[in-house]
Antibody, heavy 123, light 107 residues
Framework: QVQLQESGPGLVKPSETLSLTCTVS????????WSWIRQSPGKGLEWIGY???????TYNPSLKSRVTISLDTSKNQFSLKLSSVTAADTAVYYC??????????????????WGQGTLVTVS | DIQLTQSPSFLAASVGDRVTITCRAS??????LAWYQQKPGKAPKLLIY???TLQSGVPSRFSGSGSGTEFTLTISSLQPEDFATYYC?????????FGQGTKLDIK
């Protein structure tokens, strides 16, 4: 059973960088897509982006200029950095795993495992 | 970005009721849609993907259908543990986007 656990500061000052780490247990971080998703009362659920074990990343264009997702396979962890934060970045941040499913030759990647979420307040 | 609009946003129902939630996409997404259930203070849980494929371990009273721009999630006979918020998510193109949610409450 794969388990994900977010860690990092719960309070970040405006204009600083938000940094979170997700530790994966119960399975290898290699071979899957790993993402960050956030949830705020104002914007609902928002997909931030994901990383594959080759280090290949895909980001939400609305956040792309401020986001970096990285992978540490030796520690079975992946991380999120979001720079120049404002109050609008206050949210519960989830790390998640996407699995691969093929429909008539097309691959989709729903989320099957989520971390418990961590609240990050920008103030 | 593809916009997903769920209706209704709020629904009150009783145990044993059959309920249907709709998700409409701003453009065609074939059958590349997932449904999640979220309870207060918890992470979302995958119920259905590829519009109608039931995730392992999810009760068969949950079903999904649709293609193109209109999709539905149906719960055939509500159980007490089903009262939660439900979200659709499109997996057709980046960025993956979610609907605004449908809160299912006890009547």
């Amino acid at each position: 059973q794969v388990q994900l656990q977010e860690s990092g500061p719960g309070l970040v000052k405006p204009s600083e960088t938000l940094s979170l780490t997700c530790t994966v247990s119960g399975g290898s971080i290699s071979g899957s897509y790993w993402s960050w998703i956030r949830q705020s009362p104002g914007k609902g659920l928002e997909w931030i982006g994901y990383i594959y074990n080759s280090g290949s990343t895909t980001y939400n264009p609305s956040l792309k200029s401020r986001v970096t997702i990285s992978l540490d396979t030796s520690k079975n962890q992946f991380s999120l950095k979001l720079s120049s934060v404002t109050a609008a970045d206050t949210a519960v941040y989830y790390c998640a795993r996407h699995f691969r499913f093929t429909i008539i030759g097309v691959v989709i990647r729903p989320v099957d495992y989520w971390g418990q979420g961590t609240l990050v307040t920008v103030s | 970005d593809i916009q997903l609009t769920q209706s209704p946003s709020f629904l009150a129902a009783s145990v044993g009721d059959r309920v249907t939630i709709t998700c409409r996409a701003s453009e065609g997404i074939t059958s590349y849609l997932a449904w999640y259930q979220q309870k207060p203070g918890k992470a979302p849980k995958l119920l259905i993907y590829a519009s109608s494929t039931l995730q392992s371990g999810v009760p068969s009273r949950f079903s999904g259908s649709g293609s193109g721009t209109e999709f539905t999630l149906t719960i055939s006979s509500l159980q007490p543990e089903d009262f939660a918020t439900y979200y659709c998510q499109q997996l057709n193109s980046y960025p993956y986007t979610f609907g605004q949610g449908t809160k299912l409450d006890i009547k």
